[in-house]
């Protein structure tokens, strides 16, 4: 369901029975981790989460780790205030 290196790989998954017996598989609840942000990048007009981790990272499928840095559930936040900066991880996270 998930791809290799998502975010959501490592996740236990649970199941419960519905009303009508039906088995409905689900992820637990994600919390994110704390995690370093020594870094900075800042933030351009026009910039969404993609751009700046594709900036950051090299690629632009590593969003989710800007947002955990900087605690946004919603990676789209990321890049809300053009002109300001985020916290970005070292290279040894």
Do not use: C
């Amino acid at each position: 369901m998930f791809t290799r290196g998502s975010r959501y790989e490592p996740i236990k998954e649970a199941e419960l029975v519905d009303a009508q017996g039906r088995v409905v598989r689900y992820k637990r609840m994600r919390f994110i981790p704390s995690t370093p942000g020594p870094l900075s990048v800042a933030v351009r007009e026009g910039d969404r989460a993609d751009l700046l981790a594709h900036r950051v990272f090299g690629s632009s499928e590593q969003f989710w780790r800007l947002a955990d840095v900087n605690l946004t559930p919603r990676a789209v936040d990321l890049a809300k205030a053009p002109g300001g900066r985020i916290k970005a991880p070292g290279p040894a996270t």
